[in-house]
């Protein structure tokens, strides 16, 4: 079983920064495909960036440029820079690693951008 504790999120005004950490336990970090999701109210979850074992990313087009994900095997983290926030951008963000057909959630963290 893989737990993933969020943190990192809050409120913000628009154009600031956010910096999201997700700590993974209870697994070999480096073989998961670890991502960001997004869950704005009413909507659908959505991709927000994934970063693959081997270090490729793909983003989100509305993201794109601002938004950076990266990994530390060592301290088995995720990160997600967020630069230049919106207020579209506010959302519940959860945090997901994949191997195959597994894949975990966190509880999720709420990011609020003001306007």
């Known amino acids: 079983q893989v737990q993933l504790v969020e943190s990192g999120g809050g409120l913000v005004q628009s154009g600031g920064s956010l910096r999201l950490s997700c700590v993974a336990s209870?697994?070999?970090?480096?073989?998961?495909?670890m991502a960001w999701y997004r869950q704005a109210p009413g909507k659908e979850r959505e991709l927000v960036a994934r970063?693959?074992?081997?270090?490729?990313?793909n983003y989100a087009d509305p993201v794109k440029g601002r938004f950076t994900i990266s990994r530390d095997n060592v301290k088995n983290t995720v990160y997600l820079q967020m630069t230049s926030l919106k207020p579209e951008n506010t959302a519940v963000y959860y945090c997901?690693?994949?191997?195959?057909?597994?894949?975990?959630w966190g509880q999720g963290i709420q990011v609020t951008v003001s306007s």
């Open positions: 970063m693959s074992g081997g270090g490729t990313t």
């Open positions: 209870g697994t070999i970090f480096s073989s998961y495909s």
């Open positions: 997901n690693a994949r191997l195959f057909t597994r894949a975990f």
